[in-house]
């Protein structure tokens, strides 16, 4: 055969955390209003919260959600969002109307119906050191100070007891709110974290990396922010979105992984390269709190993409950036998802960006109907099965050329863990694909196989909201050491296996 990859559960990459599979609300487009949020909608509850996108999302079990932007982050006050008078104000990030009636409270009620842990991000656009240090006070802090009391004044007696916290976003674009360059934000970010963990001890930090790796500064913004901020923070970000290259080959566009795993060993070597000229013991872990496929342009799939944020300039809720997802979409996400497993010893976290009606896995209609987009499912399973130990696989399937350079015709990861493996695969070309499965030091017996395949363009809709889901299909028979898979073209498979 010419495709063949190699497991052993005795390589180990490095565990995989749970928050790797986290996800992102941001007050953007119909993210939250139209999106998580429809009072007018049938089946929205109490608080307004539609209970079809909660089971939707619950349904995932995401670990983490990111809250509460993005770029709305950097010109949005928390402050707005609590209490009883909510002011409505312009948000410059996307031009749209921020009505505040959804904030901290009601977002974190949320999180709880959906089953996930908070996120939060701080403002270092237009907001301050001391902001970030109150808001952690808010959240986090008993009671008995003025801070501390308004949120039980608000209904909220025991603390939120948020953990995980992003020091701003993107702050290295000039699309940004306030951008700062990497000596301003790094200083600034480096006076943040020390206030935002006088207030409370217990909380991880994460700083803003480089926007993407075409960013003009990339990777000196992430060493120098890293050398203001190395003692005080425990996470660098990593924002990463793919689409087609100039080709508009499929091969090419699934082969983006090969381009995300250098980015984020390049951003892995730059926090080492600081961690040893600082001496120091720990060692930074990489949070890639933004990835997914986004089309910037119309694809096969896509009639409009919603690019545009000059459109319904200044309402609640317009349309931004809304792709309909393909198969082809889902086979490039899997490979992302292959990454993440396979850099697992480094990435500790990760959000996919976002979660509903922007660049989103679940859509919605105003008022109306749902739809589980292709992405869905790579995601659902990776939350499911990518879990306990990353294995370090031997990849020895053929090799093709791609605009990210050379690569395999077949991408794959494994995960195992209590005594099962779960091995994602996809097969990049046009071609069936057959691969040994070598398990190397034991026999194993197939339990299961999951495969997206087909026309690559086909998509899931309002009208047709299952026309492309995962298919099981036949697992071979007996415990062996050695299977012979066959890998449909432009498809992703997940394979099981238990000792
Ligand atoms: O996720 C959409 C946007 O992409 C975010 O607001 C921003 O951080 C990134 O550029």
Redesign the pocket.
């Known amino acids: 055969m010419k495709n063949r990859i190699v497991v052993s559960k005795d390589y180990t990459i490095g565990s995989i955390e749970r928050e790797l599979w986290g996800s992102?609300v941001?007050h953007?487009g119909r993210s939250v209003y139209g999106g998580i949020y429809d009072p007018e909608h049938p089946l929205a509850d109490e608080h307004g919260f539609r209970k079809d996108v909660i089971a939707a999302i619950k349904e995932l079990n995401v670990p983490i959600i990111r809250y509460p932007?993005?770029?709305?982050l950097s010109g949005y006050c928390w402050k707005d969002g609590i209490g009883k008078n909510r002011p409505v104000r312009l948000d410059l990030a996307w031009g749209q109307i921020e009505p505040n009636l959804v904030g901290l409270h009601e977002f974190f009620d949320w999180s709880e119906k959906v089953g996930s842990d908070v996120m939060m991000a701080v403002n270092m656009g237009t907001g301050t050191p001391s902001d970030a240090a109150q808001i952690v006070e808010y959240c986090n802090y008993a009671g008995g100070t003025t801070t501390s009391e308004l949120r039980r004044a608000n209904g909220k007696a025991e603390p939120f007891a948020i953990k995980t916290w992003c020091i701003g976003?993107?702050m290295d674009g000039d699309w940004q709110i306030c951008a700062l360059t990497a000596e301003e934000y790094g200083r600034k970010a480096a006076e943040t974290a020390k206030l935002m963990k006088w207030v409370d001890s217990d909380i991880r930090l994460t700083i803003c990396g480089s926007?993407s790796p075409v960013s003009p500064t990339y990777p000196d913004w992430d060493r120098v922010v890293l050398q203001h901020t190395y003692n005080y923070v425990d996470y660098i970000s990593l924002?990463r979105y793919y689409t087609y290259t100039e080709s508009g080959r499929l091969e090419d566009f699934m082969s983006a992984h090969t381009d995300f795993d250098g980015f984020i060993k390049t951003v892995a070597s730059t926090a080492d390269y600081v961690g040893a000229y600082k001496r120091s013991k720990k060692k930074m872990k990489l949070s890639l709190d933004?990835w997914n496929i986004w089309h910037t342009k119309p694809t096969a799939t896509d009639a409009d993409v919603y690019n545009d944020t000059s459109k319904d300039r200044w309402t609640v809720g317009p349309r931004r950036v809304e792709n309909v997802y393909d198969l082809a979409d889902a086979v490039a996400f899997a490979g992302l998802v292959c990454t993440l497993v396979n850099n697992a010893d480094r990435v500790k976290m990760g959000c996919l960006?976002?979660l509903v009606n922007?660049?989103a896995p679940v859509m919605t209609e105003n008022g109306g109907r749902m739809f589980r987009q292709t992405i869905y499912y790579p995601y659902q399973l990776a939350i499911k099965y990518a879990k306990g130990r990353a294995l370090r696989l031997a990849n020895q399937s053929e090799k093709m050329d791609s605009d990210y350079g050379e690569t395999e015709k077949i991408y794959a990861a494994c995960a195992y863990d209590e005594g099962e493996y779960a091995l994602f695969a996809i097969n990049k070309t046009g071609e069936e694909q057959e691969c040994l499965l070598d398990f190397a030091t034991e026999s194993v017996v197939m339990k299961e196989r999951i495969e997206m395949k087909g026309d690559p363009h086909a998509h899931n809709s309002f009208d047709e909201p299952d026309k492309v889901v995962p298919a099981k299909a036949a697992c071979e028979k007996g415990k062996k050491a050695q299977f012979g898979i066959k890998l449909p073209p432009y498809s992703f498979t997940l394979l099981r296996f238990a000792e």
């Not at 932007?69 to 709305?72: A, D, I, L, R, W």
């Open positions: 992102f941001e953007m932007g993005g770029n709305f976003n993107e926007s924002h933004e960006a976002q922007v660049i």
